[in-house]
């Protein structure tokens, strides 16, 4: 008897399920602000969201600060950015984590220290080859790095660098000093200055309250690497910093983590629902959200729940058939119908944003200057 009551109650709950799931109205959205940005592209196979979720927004402060359509090379960032992966792993006698990953401050970095390239001058790609895939240069290089820190001997081979750049040179290519762009000749740094990116301009903001606000420190992330900085906002002026960026023309690089079953490329959503009995229904329509304040996303960031997993490019703005705000937000995951949707972007409502951002970064004009005033600097 305790069987089949058991088994009518699973019933009902299907039933209900599909019942809800086949009379939900789906999302129907009105985009506020669109700014411009280049066509979605595929990372492929790669860890690399941080590179070509920054190159694209650094496309659209090109097209911004210029008016002229760049497609800049995210391989060439990711080429200068391994031997500073590498080296951190090595010189911290493999008491690191060397990934795939990065931040967006990684590709500011590389482009004060190494410059820009259009895609047409480095693609990264072997002439045979038509999409990325570092599986096999990945494998090559962190089993290198391993043996190079547990040599028995504890002495580092003076070959390790040259070693592990001979095996980027091989997989993406050796990095450029000068290449030709529309007719006229470029070093990477001259391409970036003449394409008006000055990387001092950019500033990242995070929100959270085991660091002071107005302040800037070190964010512990595993993919932080190279330790940059983060300056630190409550949460209601980090959203404010958001908006104000995307109303005055500024797009945004975000961080974020999509690991919920309410992040969906598919449906091209990502919800914070009120109530989480069946949480993959809540991609398929509007929902009441839940409000997320400042303890809720710290308790959830320092429980594991809000991690690090992904980076993307905020756009523009919009609302649901209910008013409900949402950021329109280009991934970097290909436009193929059988895998995202809204020709690769995602909308991703204020709630989501409020818990699930790990950073944003910016250029300093789109702050407010009712904050800016207040960061220490």
């Given at each position: 008897m305790k069987k089949f009551t058991i088994c009518i109650i699973l019933v009902f709950a299907f039933a209900k399920a599909v019942l809800a799931q086949d009379t939900a109205a789906p999302y129907v959205f009105t985009d506020l602000i669109h700014l411009e940005a280049t066509p979605v592209i595929s990372q492929g196979n790669t860890g690399t969201c941080w590179s070509f979720s920054t190159s694209s927004f650094l496309e659209s402060e090109i097209k911004r600060i210029t008016g002229k359509n760049v497609d800049l090379s995210e391989m060439y960032t990711v080429r200068t950015t391994y031997p500073l992966k590498a080296e951190n792993y090595v010189m911290r006698q493999g008491k690191a984590q060397f990934s795939e990953g990065g931040l967006a401050h990684d590709v500011i970095y590389s482009v004060a220290k190494y410059g820009l390239v259009p895609v047409n001058a480095y693609t990264g790609l072997a002439p045979t080859e038509n999409k990325h895939n570092h599986a096999e240069m990945v494998a090559v290089l962190e089993a290198m790095l391993t043996t190079y820190v547990d040599n028995p001997g504890r002495k580092l081979?003076?070959?390790?660098?040259?070693?592990?750049?001979?095996?980027?040179?091989?997989?993406?290519?050796?990095?450029?000093?000068?290449?030709?762009?529309?007719?006229?000749?470029?070093?990477?740094?001259?391409?970036?200055?003449?394409?008006?990116?000055?990387?001092?301009?950019?500033?990242?903001?995070?929100?959270?309250?085991?660091?002071?606000?107005?302040?800037?420190?070190?964010?512990?992330?595993?993919?932080?690497?190279?330790?940059?900085?983060?300056?630190?906002?409550?949460?209601d002026e980090f959203m404010q910093n958001i908006d104000h960026a995307l109303e005055n023309g500024f797009t945004i690089t975000l961080d974020c983590d999509v690991s919920e079953l309410t992040f969906s490329s598919k449906q091209g959503v990502a919800v914070i629902p009120a109530q989480s009995e069946n949480p993959k229904l809540a991609v398929l329509g509007p929902e009441k959200e839940k409000v997320i304040n400042q303890q809720y996303r710290q308790d959830e960031f320092e429980n594991y729940n809000t991690t690090d997993d992904h980076l993307m490019h905020i756009t523009g703005k919009a609302t649901d058939q209910y008013g409900t705000i949402y950021y329109k937000v280009k991934n970097s995951w290909g436009t193929d119908a059988d895998r995202t949707a809204y020709d690769g972007y995602v909308y991703m409502s204020a709630s989501y944003i409020r818990l699930k951002a790990i950073s944003v970064l910016m250029h300093k004009d789109g702050l407010p200057k009712s904050i800016s005033k207040k960061i220490k600097s």
């Open positions: 081979s003076k070959k390790w660098k040259p070693a592990v750049n001979a095996v980027l040179d091989t997989y993406l290519g050796a990095p450029l000093t000068t290449f030709s762009y529309e007719d006229k000749t470029y070093t990477p740094h001259d391409f970036a200055n003449a394409m008006g990116i000055k990387p001092s301009n950019y500033i990242s903001l995070t929100s959270f309250t085991h660091a002071p606000f107005y302040e800037s420190f070190i964010l512990n992330i595993p993919d932080n690497f190279s330790n940059g900085s983060f300056y630190n906002v409550p949460l």
